[in-house]
């Protein structure tokens, strides 16, 4: 598990099956209207992201709020006391819910391994230099190590953002520190990004990796 047990997740796996697309309906979620005009499968993945958030409050013995907004920036806007974060990639969306009293942030992505292609041609923009000639794992190709860059820097910005207040980028945190036995990633800040977060602030998350995915999650307590 990759949070603590006061933070609710829930996962599905797209495309929509039977029992995901009668839930869909159930819940009554719509689209906004800057997606109604998208790709289908890009209303798909946010649709399936919101209704990852929607079954968590259920779960929780909730009424779910009608809609989960996205703010000018993509990320997602919470009810009054709750925070969360939604991923959702080819194949896959997650959402994950928590009150503010239990927990401040929380960041989750899931990635699928990125291409040799890609991987050559934003390596240098997602990855400062330790990062590219140190930690790599033994056993792991550069691939698999830099999706888990990309998606570990992905939940610190989703964990850390509506916190701070500010938008920060790939380079303004480094990691420094990988455990595979616990699932442990270590970071640091690279220059202040607001409020508590000053340069050199450290945090922690974790990851999952699998034969063609890599999951991380990040929250804050308080």
Same mark, same amino acid.
């Given at each position: 598990?990759?949070?603590?047990?006061?933070?609710?997740?829930?996962?599905?796996?797209?495309?929509?099956?039977?029992?995901?697309?009668?839930?869909?309906?159930?819940?009554?979620?719509?689209?906004?209207?800057?997606?109604?005009?998208?790709?289908?499968?890009?209303?798909?993945?946010?649709?399936?992201?919101?209704?990852? &958030?929607?079954? +968590?409050?259920? *779960?929780?013995?909730?009424?779910?709020?009608?809609? @989960?907004?996205?703010? /000018?920036?993509? #990320? $997602?806007?919470?009810?009054?006391?709750?925070?969360?974060?939604?991923?959702?990639?080819?194949?896959? &969306?997650?959402? +994950?819910?928590? *009150?503010?009293?239990?927990?401040?942030?929380?960041? @989750?992505?899931?990635? /699928?391994?990125? #291409? $040799?292609?890609?991987?050559?041609?934003?390596?240098?923009?997602?990855?400062?230099?330790?990062?590219?000639?140190?930690?790599?794992?033994?056993?792991?190709?550069?691939?698999?190590?830099?999706?888990?860059?990309?998606?570990?820097?992905? #939940?610190?910005?989703?964990?850390?953002?509506?916190?701070?207040?500010?938008?920060?980028?790939?380079?303004?945190?480094?990691?420094?520190?990988?455990?595979?036995?616990?699932?442990?990633?270590?970071?640091?800040?690279?220059?202040?990004?607001?409020?508590?977060?000053?340069?050199?602030?450290?945090?922690?998350?974790?990851?999952?990796?699998?034969?063609?995915?890599?999951?991380?999650?990040?929250?804050?307590?308080?």
């Amino acid at each position: 598990m990759l949070l603590s047990p006061c933070v609710t997740q829930i996962s599905i796996n797209l495309p929509f099956d039977q029992s995901a697309s009668d839930a869909l309906l159930a819940s009554d979620l719509k689209l906004p209207e800057r997606l109604k005009v998208a790709h289908p499968k890009r209303q798909e993945k946010y649709l399936a992201g919101r209704l990852c &958030a929607y079954q +968590a409050f259920l *779960k929780l013995g909730l009424t779910p709020p009608k809609d @989960i907004p996205m703010a /000018p920036d993509g #990320s $997602s806007v919470w009810p009054s006391g709750w925070t969360g974060s939604i991923t959702h990639s080819e194949g896959f &969306a997650s959402a +994950a819910i928590g *009150k503010i009293t239990d927990v401040l942030g929380i960041g @989750i992505d899931s990635e /699928p391994f990125m #291409s $040799s292609r890609t991987y050559s041609r934003v390596a240098e923009r997602i990855m400062n230099g330790k990062e590219i000639t140190d930690l790599c794992p033994v056993g792991w190709s550069e691939v698999e190590w830099a999706t888990l860059v990309f998606s570990a820097k992905e #939940s610190i910005y989703k964990c850390l953002r509506p916190i701070c207040g500010n938008f920060f980028s790939f380079e303004d945190a480094e990691m420094y520190e990988i455990d595979l036995k616990l699932g442990v990633f270590k970071f640091y800040l690279k220059r202040d990004i607001g409020g508590p977060f000053k340069s050199g602030w450290k945090g922690q998350g974790r990851f999952e990796k699998t034969s063609v995915w890599v999951h991380t999650a990040m929250e804050l307590l308080p």
